[in-house]
């Protein structure tokens, strides 16, 4: 059993704003690549070439069909990726502390060395957020990116994590959620972020922004209020023709 | 315990080389990490995107950061190699460059000197298309294009005759201005990260976006409102809104009288020669009649007030304004909502709703900017009015028989609300606006052992521009510019093969082709495609005698070649992504980039470009030989760096003259590729800021675009709403002019080459919709293009199969259940895939990504790979032919106006069927090339 912090200084996590993730995997493939040459062992792939391709990945994009019973389906695309819980069970279920939450930041991290690839925390963990690498056979798992986030070798702006930087969309924020001025606290508190799974009682530090409802769910408008905008003028050319002349007559200048 | 402690900055990489992204058409700027591996040699470690560019401001796609597996693909080719067994049985054997270029040599010489029209040059996705049209010219043949004819030539060429430019390349939506984004159709794959940052943009101000497409995927789920029209009726879609707003009069009259050709004159007398055409002064300029003075004056005049309601009587014609045309047909009530719901599968209520919008936003939430701008007729204004709505598509409304017409439709309503070149509409992106009476005409008079007499491609005028002989034939192999489709202005890649193969217009030699799948997604009827390739005509020789291909990787297509030229990945070549060419500007700034080898090939590969300066120089061609008959281009590099195309104008635009101070015009700088690396292999100037809008007719505009050598005299014009190249195409076939289309044809044309934006069903409804009651489509998939990045090892993971996905009314029909597997035909043929149950999809409409299914043993993935057994292409359904007409005559299954293929005109059925083994049709194993790969 390890312990978690009881507080910690930061809490840095991520916004997830499923209103504006088009779900075209670049997340998936920066963090891939970025974390297959740094922190830790790379993310190996099995059969590459072959028939049964797979692969570790930290961070992937499931997509969902809603079906409303008066409206049409919707499609969500939802990236997932470990959440950095407060309570986090992956953490307190390892046997060798090499699952652990930062005291300064509270990213939970896998240290490798001591890692003997069990995978108890895996089982731990409610929303499948980490895998074990088949190469290494060592847990690997989100460090939101913290080998860029204060790396004083890449330039200021970039020290983010990879998926932040390189969203197409602009879905992806990164920031501290103890501090309620920050660009997390307020996306949450203006759109309604959520806990995934709240129920589970892990007490998540990254948050989802819900899609915002679809006009085309709401009952097909009155057309009497449309009515004015669209209002005919005539019925044919000659009397459109005849108005438009009257019009641009009454026009200053004409 | 204590927490570990951890090294936070870490060496991120020993270098980082800037360059341009290749994994797809939409050149994002790229910082690609380096490290040295224990050789010293440089190896690609991570890519992101790079902030400073123009195109993707540091964000990067799926495609782009997976980039670094392309390098290490056990695909790729190593070498040069011939083939030694037959066509098909993949036996070759590895020769050197100089044998390689001894072989094309020796086939192209003796055939440039007879009949150079026998090698038809295709080059597929290529991006170098001013530099291979200049080898094609030089040459001599008229049988060259790239791959806009199966891709989205309806797009463009409806751009550029109605305004000059299209979407993608030719221009963008405001993203920071507009309220109202309608996007129509699949537009997932051109133009990628731009459109998901504009997306980003418009969700972060809370701008609605209405999404357009039988598929909720991709950007239409996250689109705020969803309109899940049946396919191929887009157009009929928009001509009601085209209806319901110039009923109501919410269109901008001031726009239309003096940006438009609404004013215009029209020839209205059934008998006059010129009927239908535009009333012009003895200089050719298009005559408006002044409202003030009450006669005709010239569109540009300074004071001119363009009048869209009187008439002009002279000599007993009557001449008629466009705009008259245009209510004649618009406000026909036959485009009222209420007659086309059923056909488009949309509400009368739901499309009034959108048009309400439209016209709310347009004119009541109208933009003002506070910025002067004088126009072309030396009018000053002190604000640019801006109506906020935009629109974008790409393929999904262009890949239809009537896609031409539908583009043409979409481009009209974008400029009735005024909302083209004004805030928060749609905005060119430099060096367009471009109006078609500024690109070239077509060339293709052929004479041996000597250049084409000019460019291949361009734009129609009218009948007299076709490619046609003193016998009415066609010229080029494709039947680009015939009159089976006049305004081909991308050429017909998807005929050429069919073409060659029947000798029809005529036999040719020499199939030379880059970058293009044939042997597999790039064309329709695969299966006869490789037939084609593998024909021997009675004398045991191959129908198509000899064929060339360049490719990096080890695709279907190279199993079938005689003679393969290895290409280099796109990190290690050099590559310009110019303005002569398809150009990467943003609507505020002109840009352009390089490629180079930001790493250096560990085999036997050349770009291709570089191998062209050889080639051309081995066949001694003008402009790749210097006075002495040596070679004048080392490489692509020295062309890139050195040809100058007009005085002043080269390839790149930026860093010009020898201090590399001139962007835009200046003369050859030999450090300019170095000065392009030094600025993260991009070059940008920003669109001064009185020039922002109206692009076409804003004098400040048009300066800087002659400064800047877009163009070398100001070009102000008049959007074309009313399009006299196709009026004249028209009148032709009512049997006007001496040059005069087949009489098999007129009926087709007098329809297909209407002046005025029309609707009219795609020809794939003409089968019976008992026995076919479905549409099927494919989308593109945001983490992979095409089959470029199938064989990568990241991306096959995202998407390694495809199944069919199914609506809940034709799921249920079957008793579908997961894991079932149906026999989808069309009048063509069959196939039998895994099927997937989708609700978010039109109840008529089943569909699957593009081109994820490969053939087994292409690409070096295992002969079991699930893309090989699990995925599939629809293009076994798609036939390049229509079914044949009661004359037994049969068609090009393309647009009538362009020749783009119909890809997304396919009806099929559907039934569920036993699991097979795998999916069917089932191809034999393409053997291991043995070398090579």
């Not at chain 1, 809603?66 to 307190?92: G, M, N, R, W, Y």
């Not at chain 1, 925390?121 to 980490?130: E, F, L, S, V």
């Not at chain 2, 980039?67 to 036996?91: C, D, H, N, W, Y």
């Not at chain 2, 945001?782 to 009314?809: D, E, F």
């Amino acid at each position: 059993m390890t312990q978690l912090p009881a507080l910690t200084d930061k809490k840095l996590g991520l916004v997830i704003d499923l209103d504006t993730c088009v779900g075209c995997h670049a997340c998936v493939v920066s963090c891939k690549g970025w974390n297959t040459e740094n922190y830790g062992a790379p993310l190996s792939d099995q059969d590459a070439y072959g028939a049964d391709p797979s692969g570790t990945f930290l961070n992937r994009v499931h997509s969902y069909e809603i079906t409303p019973k008066d409206a049409p389906a919707q499609v969500v695309h939802f990236p997932k990726s470990c959440l950095h819980c407060e309570d986090a069970p992956c953490v307190t279920v390892c046997p060798t502390g090499a699952s652990y939450k930062r005291v300064e930041d509270g990213i939970v991290l896998v240290n490798e060395d001591a890692c003997i690839g069990c995978g108890l925390c895996a089982w731990a963990c409610p929303y499948g957020a980490r895998e074990m690498d088949q190469e290494e056979k060592v847990m690997k798992k989100c460090t939101l990116c913290v080998d860029r986030i204060y790396n004083e070798n890449l330039p200021e702006e970039d020290r983010q994590p990879a998926c932040v930087r390189t969203c197409p969309a602009g879905a992806r924020h990164f920031g501290d959620f103890n501090d309620p001025a920050s660009n997390v606290s307020t996306l949450v508190a203006e759109r309604g972020g959520m806990d995934l799974m709240a129920e589970q009682g892990t007490k998540p530090v990254n948050k989802y922004l819900p899609p915002r409802p679809k006009t085309d769910a709401q009952p097909e408008p009155e057309i009497d209020i449309l009515a004015p905008l669209l209002a005919p003028i005539a019925s044919d050319s000659k009397g459109f023709l005849g108005w438009l002349d009257r019009t641009l007559d009454k026009l200053p200048g004409a | 315990m204590a927490q570990p402690v951890l090294e936070t900055s870490p060496p991120v990489s020993d270098e980082v080389r800037k360059t341009t992204c290749y994994m797809c058409a939409c050149r994002c700027g790229i910082n690609v990490h380096l490290k040295k591996d224990a050789d010293g040699n440089n190896r690609v470690a991570y890519i992101e995107g790079n902030r400073d560019h123009p195109v993707n401001k540091g964000v990067l796609c799926a495609k782009g950061s997976a980039g670094i597996m392309q390098v290490t693909a056990p695909s790729r080719l190593k070498a040069p190699l011939k083939r030694v067994g037959e066509r098909g049985e993949g036996k070759f054997e590895e020769i050197s460059w100089d044998e390689a270029l001894d072989l094309a040599t020796e086939w192209l010489a003796p055939l440039r000197d007879k009949a150079p029209e026998k090698l038809a040059f295709f080059t597929g996705r290529d991006q170098s298309q001013s530099f291979t049209s200049l080898f094609a010219q030089a040459y001599g043949t008229p049988n060259y294009a790239a791959h806009g004819g199966f891709c989205s030539v309806n797009m463009a060429a409806a751009g550029i005759y109605t305004m000059g430019g299209a979407f993608w390349e030719f221009g963008q939506p405001d993203w920071d201005r507009t309220k109202l984004f309608m996007l129509f159709g699949v537009a997932e794959d051109h133009d990628s990260n731009p459109i998901k940052m504009g997306l980003g943009k418009l969700k972060e101000r809370g701008a609605k976006v209405i999404g357009v497409n039988p598929i909720r995927s991709g950007y239409n789920a996250i689109a705020d409102e969803w309109v899940g029209i049946t396919p191929g009726t887009d157009g009929l879609l928009i001509l009601s809104l085209v209806h319901l707003l110039m009923s109501a009069g919410k269109i901008d009259f001031d726009y239309l009288a003096n940006y438009t050709n609404a004013a215009c004159l029209v020839n209205s007398d059934p008998d006059s020669p010129d009927y239908g055409l535009i009333l012009k002064d003895d200089e050719g300029r298009a005559l408006v009649m002044d409202r003030a003075e009450k006669r005709p004056r010239c569109f540009d005049k300074p004071d001119v007030q363009p009048d869209l309601t009187a008439v002009w009587e002279n000599n007993g014609i009557t001449h008629k304004p466009v705009f008259h045309l245009m209510l004649d047909r618009y406000l026909d009530k036959k485009y009222a909502p209420e007659a086309i719901a059923d056909q488009v599968g949309i509400s009368a209520t739901r499309i009034r709703a959108i048009a309400a919008e439209i016209a709310r936003v347009a004119f009541d939430e109208a933009i003002e900017l506070d910025q002067p701008w004088t126009d072309f007729r030396g009018n000053k204004h002190d604000k640019m009015i801006g109506r906020p709505v935009a629109f974008h598509a790409m393929r999904g409304i262009s890949a239809h028989s009537n896609g031409f017409q539908t583009c043409r439709s979409l481009h009209m309503l974008q400029i009735i609300l005024g909302a083209v070149e004004t805030p928060g509409g749609f905005r060119f992106k430099p060096p367009y606006p471009k109006p078609a009476t500024a690109h070239p005409k077509p060339h293709s008079k052929v004479t041996p052992g000597a250049p084409l007499d000019g460019p291949h491609l361009g734009y129609p005028q009218g009948p007299g521009d076709l490619a046609l002989d003193a016998d009415g034939n066609p010229i080029r192999i494709d039947k680009a510019f015939s009159w089976e489709n006049p305004l081909s202005a991308h050429g017909m890649m998807h005929m050429v093969i069919a073409n060659a193969h029947a000798g029809d217009p005529y036999k040719i030699d020499t199939l030379f082709m880059y970058m293009a799948n044939m042997a597999w997604n790039s064309s329709m009827n695969t299966a006869g495609t490789i037939k084609m390739l593998t024909d021997k005509d009675e004398n045991g020789d191959y129908v198509i005698p000899r064929f060339i291909y360049s490719d990096a990787y080890s695709s279907e297509t190279v199993a079938y070649a005689d003679l393969i030229l290895p290409d280099t990945t796109y990190l290690e070549r050099h590559d310009c992504i110019s303005l002569l060419d398809r150009p990467i500007c943003e609507a505020d700034a002109v840009a352009d980039a390089i490629r180079w080898p930001v790493i250096e090939p560990d085999r036997n590969v050349r770009g291709f470009q570089s191998v062209l300066c050889e080639l051309g120089a081995r066949l001694n061609l003008p402009g790749f030989v210097d006075g002495e008959g040596n070679q004048k281009y080392a490489d692509y590099a020295d062309y890139i760096t050195n040809h100058i195309r007009r005085p002043g104008i080269g390839p790149l635009a930026g860093f010009r003259n020898a201090d590399g101070t001139g962007g835009g015009r200046g003369e050859a700088n030999p450090d300019q590729l170095d000065a392009y690396i030094e600025n993260g292999g991009f070059w940008m100037e920003h669109v001064p800021e009185e020039a922002s809008y109206y692009k076409p007719w804003n004098k400040g505009y048009q300066e800087w675009a002659v400064a800047k050598g877009f163009f070398d005299a100001e070009q102000p014009y008049l959007f074309q709403l009313y399009v006299e190249p196709l009026r004249r195409m028209q009148a032709a076939a009512e049997g006007v002019g001496e040059i005069q289309p087949p009489e098999h044809l007129r009926a087709r044309l007098r329809e297909a080459m209407d002046p005025l934006p029309i609707w009219t069903e795609p020809f794939g409804e003409q089968v019976s919709h008992e026995d076919y009651p479905l549409h099927a489509l494919t989308q593109r998939p945001m983490a992979m293009y095409h089959s470029w990045g199938s064989q990568n090892a990241w991306l096959r993971q995202i998407h390694g199969r495809n199944p069919m996905y199914v609506p809940t009314k034709v799921w249920e029909a079957n008793g579908f259940a997961e894991g079932d597997w149906a026999k989808v035909s069309s009048p063509h043929g069959s196939i039998t895939v895994p099927v997937a149950h989708m609700a978010a999809l039109n109840s008529e409409t089943i569909w699957t990504w593009n081109a994820i299914g490969k053939r087994k043993g292409a690409w070096a993935l295992d002969k079991d790979a699930p893309e090989a057994t699990k995925g599939f292409l629809l293009n076994h359904l798609i036939s390049d032919l229509l079914p044949p007409k009661e004359d037994g005559m049969r068609y090009s299954n393309s647009d009538p106006v362009t020749g783009q293929a119909a890809w997304f005109d396919l009806r099929v059925r559907v039934e569920k069927v036993s699991a097979p083994t795998e999916a069917q049709p089932s191809f034999p194993v393409l053997p291991d090339l043995g070398v090579g790969q």
